[in-house]
């Protein structure tokens, strides 16, 4: 299954939609801090409402600890940004991708970047800036779950 990793998160608000989106489609949440707001349950639990129960999130207390977990996972780090080169629906991708997203007021440092397996974007028209992170990740994470099977459909 793909996870989605949230690189050192600025708005509560954002972080509580992607918390709710990863528990509506089943996908584990890794948290890279330090966070530009408090992570305690309490706060996620107000910014997640009772979708909390439903998603696994992991709290990582810094890039290195995160990156070093991912490395021993074995996890492709498909990072999304506005520096990609490849749409990101020309990637292929695979179950136990990880797409991390970066901080809504500075998207990820250059180690970051170099770290990655994988670069992505979300075309837009030109003069634009960016999407919301929450509305890239869901675009990112739909066609990931699409390729891989990973959709489920209720009935």
Known sequence: MLRLALYQPDIPQNTGTLLRLAAC???AVEIIEPAGFDVSDRHLR?????????????????WSAFEGWRREAGLRLVVATTQGALPYCDLAYRPG?????????????????????ARVVVPIRPGMRSLNV?????MI??????QTGGVSKSV
Do not use: K, N
Request: proline share 2%.
């Open 25 to 27: 489609l089943g996908v």
């Open 46 to 62: 107000r910014s997640g409402l009772d979708y909390l129960d439903h998603v696994a999130v992991t709290r990582h207390r810094s």
């Open 97 to 117: 991708d990880c797409l991390l997203m970066g901080r809504e007021s500075a998207g990820v440092p250059d180690a970051v970047h170099a770290a990655a397996d």
């Open 134 to 138: 929450a509305v890239c990740a869901a």
């Open 141 to 146: 994470l739909g066609e990931g779950l699409r």
